[in-house]
Nanobody, 120 residues
């Protein structure tokens, strides 16, 4: 069994910053790609950023230059530093990871979601 636990969401004013964390635990051998998705009310879930085990990164155009994804492989944790936040960044943010289990099975896993609200 593998769990992804997110933390760090909240309410912040436009222009502010937040940092999300997501820690994976359980029967993990390694984690390939870790990423963050978000889903705003009435919209589809979209990829925000992802990072490979060797720290290659991808960002959606809407967050480039404002968000930074990073990971700590020793802690099986991924972070999302969000700066210059805008009201349109308001969404539930979900952590996702491609897990290689101790039995070498490969599967995707999701966190429970963290609400991020940008409002004055």
């Amino acid at each position: 069994q593998v769990q992804l636990v997110e933390s760090g969401g909240g309410l912040v004013q436009p222009g502010g910053s937040l940092r999300l964390s997501c820690a994976a635990s359980g029967s993990i051998f390694s984690i390939n790609v870790m990423g963050w998705f978000r889903q705003a009310p009435g919209k589809e879930r979209e990829l925000v950023a992802k990072i490979t085990r060797f720290s290659s990164t991808y960002y959606a155009d809407s967050v480039k230059g404002r968000f930074t994804i990073s990971r700590d492989n020793a802690k099986n944790t991924v972070y999302l530093q969000m700066n210059s936040l805008k009201p349109e960044d308001t969404a539930v943010y979900y952590c996702n990871a491609e897990i290689v289990s101790t039995t070498r099975a490969v599967f995707g896993s999701w966190g429970q979601g963290a609400q991020v609200t940008i409002s004055s």
